[in-house]
T-cell receptor, first 113, second 111 residues
């Protein structure tokens, strides 16, 4: 079955530690995205990538980093510079084209202790 | 003013009711539009794309009004399982990074 996987589902981190969230897709999509969602709020774009070896900052990129070495993978690192990292992190991908619907992974819930 | 605005609700309706949500957008150059459904503590899932001519999928009908810059979602004969948050998404272009999500409208369908 094609889809997007994210791991881990739950992640706990101590302040001052970097942590990397995994996102893999086998949909053969060119574009991939990372969003952050806080309770009762909408999705905010952190980073996106339209093609391998290229990525762009979204609206809230400070304190985060990404890489896109393979088409299938788009890991997100939450660095110690991110002031308020506790949130629900969602990865998505899209094929592009006129409508460019995005499809989401199940998310990673990060808690900083 | 936010680029995409939705009435947060909550909308509390009885089973069998018809309920409608609106979503307004500020960028007149917006090109494509979607409704997503998000269950509590889950990822958003695509419900429907919204076409200029309007489109229907079973009990769900989506409409686009470009002149007034809003899209709507109508749910007929509401089911308990329709309880969720409905997110409106507006694309300013076909390239990645051009999507803006609304904050969502919460629907609770009660027996």
């Amino acid at each position: 079955d094609g889809g997007i996987t994210q791991s881990p589902k739950y992640l706990f981190r101590k302040e001052g530690q970097n942590v990397t969230l995994s996102c893999e897709q086998n949909l053969n999509h060119d574009a991939m995205y990372w969003y952050r969602q806080d309770p009762g709020q909408g999705l905010r774009l952190i980073y996106y990538s339209q093609i391998v070896n290229d990525f762009q900052k979204g609206d809230i990129a400070e304190g985060y980093s990404v890489s896109r070495e393979k088409k299938e993978s788009f890991p997100l690192t939450v660095t110690s510079a991110q002031k308020n990292p506790t949130a629900f992190y969602l990865c998505a991908s899209s094929a592009g084209g006129d409508y460019n619907e995005q499809f989401f992974g199940p998310g990673t819930r990060l808690t900083v202790l | 003013r936010k680029e995409v605005e939705q009435d947060p609700g909550p909308f509390n309706v009885p089973e069998g009711a018809t309920v409608a949500f609106n979503c307004t957008y500020s960028n007149s150059a917006s090109q494509s539009f979607f409704w997503y459904r998000q269950d509590c503590r889950k990822e958003p899932k695509l419900l429907m794309s919204v076409y200029s001519s309007g489109n229907e999928d079973g009990r769900f009908t989506a409409q686009l009004n470009r002149a007034s810059q809003y899209i709507s979602l109508l749910i007929r004969d509401s089911k308990l399982s329709d309880s969720a948050t409905y997110l409106c998404v507006v694309n300013r272009g076909t390239n990645a990074g051009k999507s803006t999500f609304g904050d969502g409208t919460t629907l609770t369908v009660k027996p």
